[in-house]
Nanobody
Framework: QVQLEESGGGLVQTGGSLRLSCAAS????????VGWFRQAPGKEREFVAG????????RYADSVKGRFTISRANARNTVYLQMNSLKPEDTAVYYC????????????????WGQGTQVTVSS
C-alpha cells in the first residue's frame, strides 16, 4: 500500500504559478505510476496529468498541455505538478493518485488517493 499527501495549493492570480507536491509513504514508490486529477464544484473529477513509474513517460489533458508539467523524484518519494499561466478555470481541488497498473488516464485505474489540495485562481 501507499499513502499520499498533497501540498502546495493556494490562491493565485490569473497568469500566476503554483507547484503542487504529492508525498508518498512506503519504500516501493517507484513501482507506482502517479496521476494528478482535479475536481471543480459540481463537476466530475478529471484527469490532469500522469507520469510513469520511472518518469520516462508523461501524459496531459489537452486543457493543460504547455502550461503544466509533471515530474517525480523517486528518491524523495515525491511527484510534482508545476502549474504555470494559471486560469480561473483551473480552480479546483487537486488530487494525486497512484496505481501499480501503469500510467492511466481515468479515475478507475487508480487505487490510492490523497485528500486533495485546493487551488483557486482569481480573475
Amino acid at each position: 500500500q501507499v499513502q499520499l499527501e498533497e501540498s502546495g495549493g493556494g490562491l493565485v492570480q490569473t497568469g500566476g504559478s503554483l507547484r503542487l507536491s504529492c508525498a508518498a509513504s512506503g519504500r516501493t514508490f517507484s513501482s507506482y505510476a502517479v496521476g494528478w486529477f482535479r475536481q471543480a464544484p459540481g463537476k466530475e473529477r478529471e484527469f490532469v496529468a500522469g507520469i510513469s513509474r520511472n518518469g520516462g513517460s508523461t501524459r496531459y489533458a489537452d486543457s493543460v498541455k504547455g502550461r503544466f508539467t509533471i515530474s517525480r523524484a523517486n528518491a524523495r518519494n515525491t511527484v510534482y505538478l508545476q502549474m504555470n499561466s494559471l486560469k480561473p478555470e483551473d480552480t479546483a481541488v487537486y488530487y494525486c493518485a497512484a496505481t501499480q497498473r501503469g500510467l492511466g488516464l481515468v479515475r478507475s485505474e487508480y487505487d490510492y488517493w490523497g485528500q486533495g489540495t485546493q487551488v483557486t485562481v482569481s480573475s
